[in-house]
């Protein structure tokens, strides 16, 4: 792959700043202010932050890893073969995720369902009869 050097040297390596990204994104939440008692006494409510494609990949250009990390995951050329496997495993992560929040109530689950293609389906079949005799 010449000219092309790749950030990441293996599918491990991806996979490990992935863990970086899913640790930090945990332990840093984000704050809600609320009013709590009689008095409404303001208080900061963590709340944890769902992982997501585009965090990690913001994560990876914030740190100085990758700008262009999407090219692992969308393949172009057939150049990332290898990678394949821990992509679809990162994907697979950050849908977990937000599934497992959004069932819990810890992210809203209307717009979990919605990034993750979980949206109700209902068929509604409308059959009009003609009549055998007319009017």
């Known amino acids: ?11 491990q390596d991806l996979w490990e700043a992935f ?10 939440p984000r704050l809600k202010t609320v009013f709590v008692g009689k008095d409404g006494e303001q208080k900061l ?8 494609m585009e965090g990690f990949q913001l994560f990876l250009w914030d ?9 692992y995951f969308t393949n172009q050329g057939g150049l990332y ?3 394949m496997e821990v992509c679809s495993r990162i994907k697979k992560s950050i ?3 937000q599934i497992e929040g959004g069932m819990v ?6 717009i979990t ?23």
């Open 63 to 71: 740190k100085g890893i990758a700008k262009g990390a999407d090219q």
């Open 81 to 83: 073969d290898e990678y």
């Open 19 to 28: 863990v970086k990204y899913a640790e930090e994104v945990k332990a840093n």
């Open 113 to 135: 369902q919605r990034l993750n293609g979980l949206v109700e389906k209902q068929e509604t079949s409308i059959t009009i009869e003609q009549p055998l005799f007319g009017e």
């Open 1 to 11: 792959m010449a000219g092309h050097p790749r950030v990441f040297e293996t599918p």
């Open 95 to 97: 849908r977990k995720d």
């Open 105 to 110: 109530g810890q992210y809203n689950p209307s």
């Open 45 to 52: 409510e963590p709340l944890q932050r769902p992982l997501t």
